[in-house]
């Protein structure tokens, strides 16, 4: 095998890797990207406070959950899929970790994992619908969201619980790990497991699949794929994402709030469509959603120094997603 | 039926046309002429330019250069609608129909007859239609939904929505690539109603033997260039595919018949689904290619798609290699190294957005590329390389997306994600469809590689020609019943057709002494 791709190799010219289809897609993160910059710039230019690096690591601080939710969710979205219910879900799993950590008294090191599995529960339970019950995402996933927004008011008696007593888990999001970097641990959990799900997502049996179902479910299913059990494990993984966000707002907040979720699906998916992922599957990004993510915090901390309205900042940001999604569909060439 | 006095001055005349696509010359110098009452075949292989002609006629793309004439005037289309109104109405292979409206409605769509300006008239909208599908002799229901209609009436609905603008040249791209013979019949019969000294028809097609049954004249057309025009009566089917191809081909060898004594490598007995297929039994030997002939709708494809758990299956037992296996889905068969090629490559075959190596991929994803989860991407692209040499894939690269390709190179990738997961049984449903003469040829000689490799394989295809070149012996069938297993001596056209048309409560013996003429019975379909 190996004798044959040197070979191969050999025979090729040095232009043959590059084609159309990569260059496209590399070009077109370099465009969100570069839309970024500008953004960046402009706020840079337009308020004195925006380009320092207390504000870029507090625009760095603010992607995170947003973020973390927008990572899992790419691999539904790519999967021709919808997850309402991060948003929601994430308020849950804050309030699961507060009761595992503070109602029941577990160490965190076995609370946290705890939480994170309690949100890959709820999207093996999506999966589950999704897949073997056939109820379209969209649906299954807005029931999901309507359970997880009553149930966290229904755990937590509607009252916040505080992590105040327990010592180490604010330092989750805000302890600094790396000493003298400034860089908050939340930060750097968001950082690596996006590099893991971008790993995950190009070089593994579960990233291939992910884009195959996405691309064409039923020719998937006819060339051998199980797709009833990879769509529950997409779910399932995504899941995953919204306990570990569930355990980054609580400790990043130092409690857990149980009605704050509904909201957080949205701008998730947002940072999802605006980083290139298509909503209709089979294409998309971990380094575009993050950029995407970043587009959005970089707007909502420009807007605010810029003492622009809370109001007038979701009427921009509602403005970017339509810029975003055309000037994609523009640079594909699509009608 | 032509009109000698027209001839010289055309209905359509296209002269001279250019036209480029970024990085790709289509047309080049192109010209056409179809007379005042005929109908012109065009053919050309895949990727020949016909297609970007179609799309220069019906006012989607406009020509570089050069000029067109509709009866002598000037024919500039600036959209399809524009076209329409003009007098060029086109079908194209791929249907225009929206499958949850009714057939009135489709026909009408976009110009729904309306009260007071902006209510609908739904009874005019059905009378309309009555009366439209009642003058061109269609026995289809205006109220009918088109999604729930067999493919050749969406068919007659395309041709009735194409013919109510009442246009001056009619042209249908492969109108007959989903028909059966019964069904070619019917269509031939309106093209020939159609046709009248002031209309024409451009008919495009793969089917030479259609052809010279309804075309004057052919044009052939190769590589975005005019070729030559021929006057159908006069000219010799190689000929016209030797000026097609560019070089004559050679026609195989018909299977030296049965393989006995070769060991049976599947077995099925009384495979019953729950909507179409009763007690459908047949064995499947090691090298063998086993036809499925039948007419459209006889069950064929649902035979390959209950056996391979894509649909379930009501009853029915599955002996493989001399053990009894359950096939529950998909997975399960490619496990047992069973394979199926859907007819629908687009829909159920490709990922037509991903390259060629996750195509051919795909379905060894899990055994042959991976380890530990982790995907071995210079294995499994150098896999890719070597099964699209072996194959003649013709694609610039195997990172190319697989929707570039030809209809024939698609199909190729499919075969080629087959042969990589090492499938000893290959389904092949309607296996060069939509596929030009060339690359047809191509198929089947791999088709017959496989076998002499000791692949088993069953075909199921609409072209009695290709069932007969093809295989050792066919199953022939009606209605969801097995009629009959021919062997490869008594399997002719006639014979075949003969089966296929049994309604399966008729004795098939009683009826065989009857010897009722091929494809009589469904030729005039409700």
């Given at each position: 095998?190996?004798?044959?791709?040197?070979?191969?190799?050999?025979?090729?010219?040095?232009?043959e890797?590059?084609?159309?289809?990569?260059?496209?897609?590399?070009?077109?993160?370099?465009l969100?990207?570069?839309?970024?910059?500008?953004?960046?710039?402009?706020?840079?230019?337009?308020?004195?406070y925006?380009?320092?690096?207390?504000?870029?690591?507090?625009?760095?601080?603010?992607?995170?959950?947003?973020?973390?939710?927008?990572?899992?969710?790419?691999?539904?979205i790519?999967?021709?899929?919808?997850?309402?219910s991060?948003?929601?879900?994430?308020?849950?799993?804050?309030?699961?970790s507060?009761?595992?950590?503070?109602?029941?008294?577990?160490?965190?090191?076995?609370?946290?994992?705890?939480?994170?599995?309690?949100?890959?529960?709820?999207?093996?339970?999506?999966?589950?619908?999704?897949?073997?019950?056939?109820?379209?995402?969209?649906?299954?996933?807005l029931?999901?969201?309507?359970?997880?927004?009553?149930?966290?008011?229904?755990?937590?008696?509607?009252?916040p619980?505080?992590?105040?007593?327990?010592?180490?888990y604010?330092?989750?999001s805000?302890?600094?790990?790396?000493?003298?970097?400034?860089i908050?641990?939340?930060?750097?959990v968001?950082?690596?497991?996006?590099?893991?799900?971008?790993?995950?997502?190009?070089?593994?049996?579960?990233g291939?699949?992910t884009?195959?179902?996405?691309?064409?479910e039923?020719?998937?299913?006819l060339?051998?794929?199980?797709v009833?059990?990879?769509?529950?494990?997409?779910?399932?993984?995504?899941?995953?994402?919204?306990?570990?966000?569930g355990?980054?707002?609580?400790?990043r907040?130092?409690s857990?709030?149980?009605?704050?979720?509904m909201?957080?699906?949205?701008?998730?998916?947002?940072?999802?469509?605006?980083?290139?992922?298509?909503?209709?599957?089979?294409?998309?990004?971990?380094?575009?959603?993050?950029?995407?993510?970043?587009?959005?915090?970089v707007?909502n901390n420009?807007?605010?120094?810029?003492?622009?309205?809370?109001?007038?900042?979701?009427?921009?940001?509602?403005c970017?997603?339509l810029?975003?999604?055309?000037?994609d569909r523009?640079?594909?060439?699509?009608? | 039926?032509?009109?000698?006095?027209?001839?010289?001055?055309a209905l359509l005349?296209?002269?001279?046309?250019?036209?480029?696509?970024?990085?790709?010359?289509?047309?080049?110098?192109?010209?056409?002429?179809?007379?005042?009452?005929?109908?012109?075949?065009?053919?050309g292989?895949?990727?020949a330019?016909?297609?970007?002609?179609?799309?220069?006629?019906?006012?989607i793309h406009?020509?570089?250069?050069?000029?067109?004439r509709?009866?002598?005037?000037p024919?500039?289309?600036?959209?399809?609608?524009?076209?329409?109104?003009?007098?060029?109405s086109i079908?194209?292979q791929?249907?225009?129909?929206?499958?949850?409206?009714?057939?009135?409605?489709?026909?009408?769509?976009?110009?729904?007859?309306?009260?007071?300006?902006?209510?609908?008239?739904d009874?005019?909208l059905?009378?309309?239609a009555?009366?439209l599908?009642?003058?061109?002799?269609?026995?289809?229901?205006?109220?009918?939904?088109?999604?729930?209609?067999?493919?050749?009436?969406?068919?007659?609905?395309?041709?009735?929505?194409?013919?109510s603008?009442?246009?001056?040249?009619?042209?249908?791209?492969e109108?007959?690539?989903?028909?059966?013979d019964?069904?070619?019949?019917?269509?031939?019969?309106?093209?020939?109603?159609?046709?009248?000294?002031?209309t024409?028809?451009?008919?495009?097609?793969?089917?030479?033997?259609?052809?010279?049954?309804?075309?004057d004249?052919?044009?052939?057309?190769?590589?975005?260039?005019?070729?030559?025009?021929?006057?159908?009566?006069?000219?010799?089917t190689?000929?016209?595919?030797?000026?097609?191809v560019?070089?004559?081909?050679?026609?195989?060898?018909?299977?030296?018949?049965?393989?006995?004594?070769?060991?049976?490598?599947?077995?099925?007995?009384?495979?019953?689904?729950?909507a179409?297929?009763?007690d459908?039994?047949?064995?499947?030997?090691?090298?063998?290619?086993?036809?499925?002939?039948?007419?459209?709708?006889?069950?064929?494809t649902?035979?390959?798609?209950?056996?391979?758990?894509?649909?379930?299956?009501?009853?029915?037992?599955?002996?493989?290699?001399?053990k009894?296996?359950?096939?529950?889905?998909?997975?399960?068969?490619?496990?047992?190294g069973?394979?199926?090629?859907?007819?629908?490559?687009?829909?159920?075959?490709?990922?037509?957005?991903?390259?060629?190596?996750?195509?051919?991929?795909?379905?060894a994803l899990?055994?042959r590329?991976?380890r530990a989860?982790?995907?071995?991407?210079?294995?499994?692209?150098a896999?890719a390389?070597r099964?699209?040499?072996?194959l003649r894939?013709?694609?610039?690269?195997?990172h190319?997306?697989a929707?570039?390709?030809?209809?024939?190179?698609?199909q190729k990738?499919?075969i080629?994600?087959w042969?990589?997961?090492?499938c000893?049984?290959?389904?092949?449903?309607?296996p060069?469809?939509?596929?030009?003469?060339?690359?047809?040829e191509?198929?089947?000689?791999?088709?017959?590689?496989?076998?002499?490799?000791?692949?088993?394989?069953?075909?199921?295809s609409?072209?009695?020609?290709?069932?007969?070149?093809?295989?050792?012996?066919?199953?022939?069938?009606?209605e969801?019943?097995?009629?009959?297993?021919?062997?490869?001596?008594?399997?002719?056209?006639?014979?075949?057709?003969?089966?296929?048309t049994?309604r399966?409560?008729?004795?098939?013996?009683?009826?065989?002494?009857?010897?009722l003429?091929?494809?009589?019975?469904?030729?005039?379909?409700?």
């Amino acid at each position: 095998m190996t004798v044959l791709k040197s070979e191969a190799d050999r025979r090729r010219p040095w232009w043959e890797g590059v084609t159309l289809a990569a260059l496209r897609s590399r070009l077109q993160q370099l465009l969100a990207f570069a839309s970024l910059i500008v953004i960046y710039t402009f706020f840079a230019f337009a308020s004195p406070y925006f380009f320092t690096y207390d504000n870029f690591i507090s625009i760095l601080y603010s992607t995170v959950v947003i973020g973390t939710l927008a990572v899992g969710t790419t691999f539904v979205i790519i999967s021709a899929g919808i997850d309402l219910s991060i948003g929601t879900g994430m308020a849950l799993c804050a309030v699961m970790s507060g009761v595992f950590i503070v109602n029941a008294g577990l160490p965190p090191a076995l609370g946290v994992p705890l939480t994170v599995l309690f949100g890959g529960f709820m999207g093996l339970v999506n999966g589950i619908n999704v897949a073997v019950l056939r109820v379209p995402p969209f649906i299954a996933t807005l029931a999901m969201m309507l359970v997880a927004e009553g149930l966290a008011l229904v755990v937590s008696d509607s009252t916040p619980i505080y992590f105040n007593d327990v010592s180490g888990y604010t330092g989750i999001s805000t302890g600094h790990l790396v000493p003298g970097l400034d860089i908050p641990n939340a930060v750097l959990v968001l950082l690596a497991v996006s590099a893991l799900s971008g790993l995950l997502l190009t070089k593994t049996v579960l990233g291939r699949y992910t884009y195959s179902i996405g691309s064409n479910e039923e020719a998937t299913a006819l060339s051998g794929v199980n797709v009833r059990r990879w769509k529950i494990a997409i779910y399932a993984f995504a899941g995953l994402f919204i306990g570990l966000a569930g355990v980054l707002i609580s400790a990043r907040l130092g409690s857990a709030q149980p009605a704050t979720g509904m909201g957080y699906e949205l701008q998730a998916i947002a940072a999802v469509v605006i980083g290139g992922t298509s909503l209709s599957g089979g294409k998309g990004s971990i380094v575009g959603t993050l950029i995407g993510a970043l587009i959005i915090s970089v707007l909502n901390n420009g807007l605010q120094i810029m003492s622009i309205p809370q109001e007038w900042q979701n009427v921009i940001l509602g403005c970017v997603i339509l810029v975003a999604v055309y000037a994609d569909r523009v640079r594909r060439g699509e009608p | 039926m032509t009109a000698a006095g027209d001839a010289a001055r055309a209905l359509l005349d296209v002269e001279g046309v250019d036209k480029s696509f970024p990085g790709v010359r289509a047309l080049h110098g192109m010209r056409l002429d179809l007379r005042h009452g005929e109908v012109l075949a065009l053919v050309g292989e895949n990727g020949a330019g016909k297609s970007t002609l179609m799309k220069l006629l019906s006012g989607i793309h406009t020509a570089d250069s050069g000029t067109f004439r509709l009866n002598g005037a000037p024919y500039h289309p600036t959209s399809p609608r524009h076209a329409l109104e003009l007098g060029i109405s086109i079908i194209h292979q791929e249907f225009n129909l929206v499958p949850d409206l009714t057939v009135a409605q489709n026909i009408y769509i976009g110009r729904e007859p309306r009260r007071a300006r902006l209510l609908l008239d739904d009874r005019r909208l059905r009378a309309d239609a009555a009366e439209l599908l009642d003058r061109l002799h269609l026995p289809l229901d205006p109220r009918a939904v088109v999604g729930e209609l067999t493919v050749a009436h969406q068919q007659m609905v395309e041709i009735a929505k194409a013919l109510s603008y009442r246009p001056r040249v009619l042209i249908m791209d492969e109108p007959t690539a989903a028909l059966n013979d019964a069904e070619v019949a019917t269509l031939h019969e309106l093209i020939r109603r159609f046709v009248r000294p002031d209309t024409g028809v451009i008919y495009i097609s793969h089917r030479m033997a259609e052809i010279k049954r309804i075309a004057d004249r052919v044009t052939v057309i190769r590589d975005g260039e005019y070729v030559a025009t021929r006057e159908v009566a006069g000219a010799e089917t190689p000929e016209i595919i030797a000026l097609m191809v560019g070089r004559a081909i050679r026609s195989g060898a018909r299977p030296e018949g049965v393989r006995e004594g070769r060991e049976v490598v599947l077995d099925v007995q009384g495979l019953s689904t729950k909507a179409l297929l009763t007690d459908v039994s047949f064995d499947l030997r090691r090298g063998e290619i086993l036809g499925f002939a039948g007419l459209m709708g006889a069950g064929r494809t649902e035979v390959a798609r209950a056996l391979v758990g894509a649909d379930p299956s009501r009853a029915g037992r599955i002996t493989l290699r001399g053990k009894e296996v359950r096939i529950g889905n998909p997975a399960d068969a490619a496990r047992l190294g069973i394979g199926y090629l859907s007819e629908d490559r687009k829909r159920f075959g490709l990922l037509l957005e991903q390259d060629v190596k996750a195509n051919v991929a795909l379905s060894a994803l899990r055994d042959r590329f991976t380890r530990a989860g982790f995907v071995r991407d210079g294995a499994l692209r150098a896999q890719a390389e070597r099964v699209a040499g072996t194959l003649r894939i013709k694609t610039p690269s195997v990172h190319q997306t697989a929707k570039h390709l030809s209809g024939g190179n698609q199909q190729k990738v499919v075969i080629a994600k087959w042969l990589v997961k090492d499938c000893d049984i290959l389904i092949f449903d309607e296996p060069t469809r939509g596929i030009d003469v060339g690359a047809k040829e191509e198929i089947y000689q791999l088709l017959n590689q496989l076998a002499a490799q000791g692949k088993s394989i069953i075909m199921i295809s609409s072209e009695l020609p290709e069932i007969l070149r093809l295989s050792h012996r066919v199953v022939v069938m009606s209605e969801g019943r097995v009629t009959r297993v021919l062997e490869a001596g008594e399997a002719t056209q006639e014979n075949i057709m003969h089966y296929a048309t049994l309604r399966p409560d008729e004795n098939p013996a009683d009826a065989a002494e009857l010897g009722l003429p091929a494809g009589e019975e469904k030729a005039g379909r409700p």
